[in-house]
Each structure stands twice: as C-alpha cells, then as structure tokens.
C-alpha cells in the first residue's frame, strides 16, 4: 500500500482499487478505523460504489520508505517516537524520528506538514 499511498499524496487521489472510480486522498482515519489510531495523522481513501477503503499512518508511510524499510530490517526491533511539527528551510514539516531499541541507530524522516510529502532524510543508522 505504500505505492498506492505514495502515488495518491502526489495525485490528491487515486484510483479505486475495486472498480476504477477516482477517488480524493482525506486526511485523518475513516470510522471503521480502530479508534486507538484516531489521534495520529493519517489519509484514507474510501468508494461508496463498490464500499472499497484503505488508511495509512503518516508514520507507518514515511517508514515504508526504503530506507525506512531498511532501517527496520538491520535493526528488528524499532521504536517510532512521537512526531514534532516543525520549520524547514521555511516550509512547516514534520519530524517523525525512529529509534533502535539494539543500538544507538536512529532515522528521522522529514515530511511537509501539509502534503506529507519527504523532504529529507537523517540517519546515523550507518555510524
């Protein structure tokens, strides 16, 4: 699904998966979402024709990134700490910064506050 999403952030929307019909990229979780997700950013899309949904964490996409994936797979074990919003280069963004539970290896992802598009990528994973 991180294509889908990934293509879906850069068109506003995407496909329906189900039938073809053009679906808008929404912010936030849909209602058959687990409510203990309902406080993170998330996007979603959802086709009343044929009732096809899905829904992403902003965080659980900047992750899927490749060099999230592999962060996540040399070191097994990965903590995700809580997202700051903050300045970069004069665009709001947000900082989404993952830890190794192993080691002292750390990724931070850094995402456009409004588009969730990556601006950068930091990691000492390799030090």
């Given at each position: 699904?991180?294509?889908?999403?990934?293509?879906?952030?850069?068109?506003?929307?995407?496909?329906?998966?189900?039938?073809?019909?053009?679906?808008?990229?929404?912010?936030?979780?849909?209602?058959?979402?687990?409510?203990?997700?309902?406080?993170?950013r998330?996007?979603?899309?959802?086709?009343?024709?044929?009732?096809?949904?899905?829904?992403?964490s902003?965080d659980?996409?900047?992750?899927?990134e490749?060099?999230?994936?592999?962060?996540?797979?040399?070191?097994?074990?990965?903590?995700?700490?809580?997202?700051?919003?903050?300045?970069?280069?004069?665009?709001?963004?947000?900082?989404?910064?993952?830890?190794?539970?192993?080691?002292?290896a750390?990724?931070?992802?850094?995402?456009?506050?409004?588009?969730?598009?990556?601006?950068?990528?930091?990691?000492?994973?390799?030090?």
């Open positions: 699904m991180h294509l889908f999403f990934l293509q879906a952030i850069q068109n506003d929307g995407a496909p329906c998966r189900g039938c073809g019909t053009w679906l808008p990229l929404c912010k936030g979780f849909p209602p058959y979402a687990p409510p203990s997700i309902h406080k993170k998330g996007l979603h899309v959802y086709c009343s024709a044929c009732n096809y949904g899905s829904y992403v902003i659980g996409q900047a992750l899927f490749p060099i999230g994936r592999n962060f996540w797979r040399e070191e097994k074990r990965i903590l995700t700490l809580p997202e700051k919003e903050i300045e970069m280069d004069g665009v709001p963004a947000l900082h989404i910064p993952f830890e190794s539970v192993r080691s002292r750390a990724l931070d992802m850094i995402l456009h506050r409004d588009t969730y598009q990556l601006l950068a990528i930091h990691s000492n994973a390799s030090e």
